[in-house]
């Protein structure tokens, strides 16, 4: 499979694109020519993302806010053109540390659910008149929505229930809504990205050991050859 | 009729009329939309979303308040968005019906505004006080980000409520490029769609910059609608020619499907691309493209109105009208909805169509981006014979 050919001039967007996994894809992204967008909380970060890789557009937002959702499809759809693949990335661990579901706070699953369900769900949902108008343009080529997903969404690991729990309800809705959009031609996939060497499992596991985890630039180049090859399907 | 004040896009209590080639009227809630189109049949919508193109700011020099709304931009290009063609308000808002706004302090050209985090420049003065062509500062993404981050929805006095980007958004809203809602769209949601495939019944787009339906000027709401750009998709062009073949009807959802699609089709055979729409339509057009039309209720005098006299006599539309009044039917964005096929009575227009119809529809090889229309699109008039983007000796200069 040559990603390059697949993804070049295809329009993405990354949100949580300033770090981990999202960095990763967005800068895999950009080497391969595609075009790029990516949303981030931190204005900094973004300007500071945006000036390394020339031609991406940085976005500053936060997926879990409804009032950016709107703004932030705008942007998305403006600095674009339009959209053929949306890859919600953004994650929330819940509480930090970890704790059992019992000591979690109401609010703080609710955060993670703000996050990791309901933002996607906005942003995709706000996103998909883009994403089907991509469908209708481009005669068997699906439009895609790659939902960034988790083991923790199937296997119920004690203290991780906040982001289990909000990563298994992703898991479904993507399940349904693929079900649901495939005849407008938009397919929702997940993917599981696997232990990565991230910001995010740092604040989960602080004392593991960097070496025993995946690269995220190798989960960002398994994705990608995902993502060409149901392009391609 | 009585306005729509909720912004609401599907009502319950949604009401359509369906008015008959031969002037009949039916009496329907509009969630059977779909009842009254027949396999085969092409929907075409407009799928722009709507810019929040209210930005209210200060004008420096004389250090008040303004109210901008964006009205015009030369083509879709999303880089392309520096200059717009905008109608200026002094101090209020939307509460204030646009008849009785103030007008903004006296503007000249080189005049510096500050829009929130947007900074603009007056680059000249249009041939009407309301209307100015105006520069923005910063990249690309810069101006969208202050747009997306600023501005509101263009709104009326007839919502109270303030609108958020949700309420003006169509389900299927892409590319952000229209000025008002394309509401005729508003009909549209995913459980439509499903019965339209359901029934045989085909779903296509076109994006189209809808205008400002309203100045609150009487002489420059004369002009409206000011010219409007859109793209014509290849996969729609292609599905006009399968819909004409199996003698399918194409049904435009809106005024603006209409408008680009009869823009596009007066050049000749259709063509996909980009195109600058600059005709009106009205009572004496001929329609070569679309054969009914599904659009909000629209009142005598409008620019919206003068188009359905395209579809319809005088006669029905009248007896239209009346049905509406008597029967509660509400106007303006949110309100109820007509379906109005072309009439036997425009038989003129109808027997062109036809042959129009029987022609075998040409398909573009390629989306014609170079060609005549995106090149017109760079002198864009945004009113009459206003020109926005070329300076002209009626400009005054930068001294006083």
Known sequence: MNATSTLQDLRVAVTGGTSGLGLALVRALHAHRARVAFVA????????????LPGAHGIVGDIANKLDTHRLALQINAALGGLDVLINNASSLGPVPLAPLADTECEALADALATNLIGPFRLTKALLGSLSASAREHPGRAALVVNIGSDA????YPGWGAYGASKAALLHLSRIWSEELAEHGVRVLSFDPGDMDTPLHALAVPDADPASLKRPADSARELLARIATELAA | MKP???????????????????????????SELAQFLRP??????????????????????SGS?????????????????????????????HRTRTEDRAAPAPLRAGDALTLGPLKARVLRLLDHPRLVALAFEGTPDDIWAGIAKHGKPVQYAHVHEPLALWDVWTRVAALPVAFEPPSAGFV?????????????????TLTHAAGLSSTGDAALDARLPFDEPYHLPQATVDAIAAARRRGGRVIALGTTVTRALEHAASRGPLRAGDGLADQKLSATSTLRIVDAIVSGTHEPGTSHYELLRAFASDAVLARAD??????????????????????AARQGNAALARNAATRPVPMATKETSTSTPATRATQLRCAGSTTCWESKKTTPSLRP
Do not use: M
Request: proline residues 6%; hydrophobic residues 45%.
């Open chain 2, 40 to 61: 085969g049949d092409l929907l075409v919508a407009n799928d722009a979303a709507t810019l929040p193109a209210s930005l209210d700011g200060i004008h420096l020099r």
């Open chain 2, 322 to 343: 009346a049905a509406l009044i008597a029967n509660g039917y509400r106007t303006h964005e949110f309100g109820d909805s007509v379906l109005i096929e072309r009439g």
């Open chain 1, 41 to 52: 909380r931190g204005a900094g970060r973004v300007h500071r993302v945006a000036a390394e």
């Open chain 1, 153 to 156: 969404a199937v296997t119920p």
């Open chain 2, 4 to 30: 729509a004040r909720h912004p609401i896009q599907r009502p319950r209590d949604a009401k359509l009329l369906v008015v008959s080639p031969t002037g009949l009227l039916q009496y329907s809630p509009r």
């Open chain 2, 65 to 93: 308040p303004i109210e901008v709304r964006l009205a015009g931009r030369r083509s879709l290009a999303v880089d392309d968005l520096r200059e717009f063609c905008a109608v200026v308000f002094g101090p209020g808002d």
């Open chain 2, 188 to 204: 549209l949601d995913w459980q439509l769609l499903h019965s339209l495939k359901e029934r045989g019944i085909a779903f296509a």
